[in-house]
């Protein structure tokens, strides 16, 4: 009779441990995929959090250098007319020297709204900036590039910021290879599109 006791109780012992086992290893197999859950949720939330905050810059307008790395040769305001005649004009941009056939960036997003190509030289595009691109960014305010020599986008592209859109050039009036750069700012426009933002 005790030996039949003895007998259960071992095997009782050991039905309760296998379970037991099982219990942690089911419990154990079950936190391995709630973590899994976890961590993919966490990367979801970065990845959210990325696109919240790339959203918010993109939604607040700051300009960026149009070229990486540059000089600049003339400032904004009253200069010389640089192709002759000693007569004094308004410089309405500025004009940088990048590294030959240096790569223009748009500096903000927006959208392509004019684009002058000048495939052959000095009297193709725009008649004054030769191969020229200007992006509105909406609010008022459009960035013009001219004197470049070869585009890389067309009218009606959208472009994020640091983008190529065209090379350094010398096309248009100019007298050596730069860019033009210039911010063109609308009061009215900014007014009409700021009631328009409040109506809605």
Not at 172 to 193: K, Q, R, T
Request: proline share 4%; aromatic share 6%; hydrophobic share 40%.
């Amino acid at each position: 009779m005790k030996t039949n006791l003895w007998i259960i109780a071992v095997s009782v012992t050991v039905i309760l441990m296998v379970s037991i086992q099982g219990l942690n290893e089911n419990r154990i197999e079950k936190k391995k995929v709630e973590i899994a859950q976890l961590e993919e949720h966490i990367e979801e939330l970065y990845i959210m959090e990325a696109e919240r905050i790339t959203k918010l810059q993109e939604e607040t307008l700051t300009l960026t250098p149009p070229m990486r790395v540059y000089v600049l040769t003339s400032e904004c305001g009253i200069r010389k007319d640089p192709m002759g005649g000693g007569t004094e004009k308004v410089h309405k941009g500025i004009d940088i020297v990048g590294p030959e056939d240096a790569t223009v960036e748009a500096a903000a997003i927006g959208t392509v709204v004019e684009a002058w190509s000048a495939p052959d030289g000095y009297y193709q595009g725009d008649p004054v900036y030769g191969g020229k691109v200007v992006i509105d960014h909406g609010g008022g305010v459009s960035t013009l590039y001219g004197h470049m020599s070869k585009l890389l986008v067309k009218e009606g592209d959208y472009v994020k910021r640091g983008q190529p859109i065209g090379i350094q050039g010398s096309t248009g009036m100019s007298v050596g290879d730069h860019l033009h750069f210039e911010v063109i700012y609308d009061p009215i426009l900014a007014l009409e599109m700021g009631i328009r933002r409040r109506s809605e």
